[in-house]
């Protein structure tokens, strides 16, 4: 897979039977554990809402999502169907299935209290961000993971151009309400998730919203 | 008692080291500055410092096409490390030139580039592996070549980052020096080849403590045929913290405040 070319694909799996249908609110982390062989469903409930996910190997959770792999890999920087996610370790951990949005980015990383003092105030530290979700999901579940671990993630539904001059620009969504992407796990998975809060740019058309994750088993 | 004499086996003189003004061969222009060392790093090479806030290194290309793989870490909390997301967004660029800071996790200014002669370094963080490496320029291993083998930047920079502690975990996406790569509507890379010429430099200023790790094996989108990685020279000297008129302060206001919270953690 060369091309990073917007290439949309509905998926023909039946919310009724996944085995896992959770939503989570508006601001808050989820850790969530993928069999390999499951397909893994986000969705964008109410359109333009940044999903920012860091996955680990479930069985060596030491091995991450690599974002420069899998840029690599796959020579340019979108994410959409047919994309595949590397690992550091070269391994791949999910393929992109399904994608009715089409675009999803690989180098805005997840927003911080520490990078909000930079790109907005001083004043701005005692927001909520993403790194907080992942330092608390992290902290609760105790499983060895820590900041070290917070590699470049994954913004699902966000759209992070850049130009030929060399330029990164935050262009309005290619999100929607209801619009979704669908991975299959290569490998058994650790999910890290932030549902995220950012308040200070239109990432989330200043208004976050919930997020919802599909699990189905294979047919 | 019998008093001890200085016998003649005794060293006493500089020129017992072998540490020659190399930084003379390429950067004479820094002559009358405070000039602390200066290396030559072979093609392919690695090696990592432990730098102290106020210095500048110059980093000089001695061959055309050279890259310089660079990942930096807080020299005295190694958890806060230079993160390329941060910095691109704080910054809104996809290349690095005179004025963009290389920022931490913690929203603080690891370093500064003070100086550029190119006006454009990758900042994506590709990073050439052995995998990667043997199919691409087939195999040259320690038996039969001896230090012609071929290093790749990754292993150069898990070599580097182990000598602090610092594991697979722990190796983030570098900058790579001298190297250009553009990206296109689709999102597709392309490679610039003939970027960087022999007498390109760069002037990186540490803005606090830092490991500077890096290799100067080749980019992983070089597309020469054979393993050819370039000579590189550096020069690290006094140059002082970022002044209150500081071009890199001033290029943005990110960057200000980047640059006010390094100045935060030195107010001793």
Not at chain 1, 21 to 36: C, F, I, K
Not at chain 2, 163 to 187: C, H, M, Q, W
Request: with cysteine; charged share 20%.
């Amino acid at each position: 897979m060369t091309a990073s070319a917007i290439r949309i694909r509905e998926s023909s799996l039946d919310p009724a039977t996944a085995v896992i249908d959770h939503t989570v609110p508006a601001g808050e982390p989820y850790l969530l554990r993928v069999q390999r062989g499951q397909t893994l469903r986000i969705v964008d409930l109410e359109g333009n809402q940044a999903v920012d996910v860091i996955f680990y190997n479930a069985d060596d959770p030491a091995e991450h999502y690599s974002a420069t792999e899998t840029l690599l890999r796959q020579g340019g920087i979108y994410l959409t169907t047919g994309s595949v996610l590397y690992s550091d370790e070269a391994h791949p951990m999910l393929t992109i299935v399904a994608d009715t949005c089409g675009r999803h980015d690989t180098l805005g990383g997840a927003c911080a209290a520490e990078s909000n003092t930079v790109r907005y105030a001083l004043q701005k530290k005692f927001m909520h961000s993403c790194r907080d979700n992942y330092l608390i999901a992290l902290q609760e579940a105790d499983v060895g993971l820590g900041k070290r671990d917070l590699v470049p993630n994954v913004n699902f539904f966000m759209n992070v151009p850049v130009t030929a001059d060399g330029q990164l620009t935050f262009a309005d969504g290619v999100s929607a309400p209801g619009k979704y992407v669908e991975l299959r796990a290569e490998m058994d998975i650790l999910m890290l998730v932030s549902n995220c809060p950012q308040l200070n740019n239109p990432c989330n058309a200043y208004n976050p919203t919930p997020a919802r994750f599909l699990v189905w088993n294979p047919v | 008692m019998e008093a001890h004499t200085i016998t003649a086996d005794t060293p006493s003189s500089a020129a017992a080291v072998d540490a020659p003004e190399l930084w003379r061969q390429f950067a004479p222009d820094l002559a009358g500055r405070s000039v602390l060392f200066s290396e030559l790093i072979p093609g392919g090479g690695h090696w990592s410092y432990v730098l102290p806030r106020g210095t500048t290194l110059r980093i000089a290309v001695l061959e055309d096409g050279a890259n310089l793989s660079a990942v930096l870490y807080s020299a005295r909390e190694k958890l806060e490390r230079y993160n390329m997301p941060d910095s691109l967004k704080a910054q809104h660029t996809a290349h690095y030139t005179r004025g963009h800071v290389l920022m931490s996790d913690m929203g603080r200014a690891l370093a500064s580039i003070t100086a550029d002669s190119l006006g454009w370094h990758d900042p994506f963080g590709l990073l050439l592996d052995d995998a990667r490496m043997a199919e691409k320029y087939g195999e040259q291993r320690y038996q039969a070549f001896r230090n012609g083998m071929f290093r790749s930047g990754r292993t150069g920079l898990l070599i580097e980052i182990g000598k602090y502690g610092l594991g697979k975990r722990d190796l983030i996406a570098p900058v790579n020096f001298f190297s250009k790569v553009t990206v296109d509507d689709e999102g597709r890379f392309a490679y610039v080849p003939g970027h960087a010429k022999a007498g390109d430099f760069v002037d990186l200023r540490f803005d606090m403590e830092v490991i500077l790790a890096f290799s100067s094996a080749p980019h992983p989108l070089d597309p020469t045929p054979t393993y050819s990685p370039k000579r590189v020279g550096l020069a690290l000297w006094r140059s002082g913290p970022a002044p209150a008129d500081d071009y890199c302060r001033a290029f943005r206001p990110e960057n200000a405040r980047a640059l006010h919270n390094s100045d935060m953690l030195y107010l001793a």
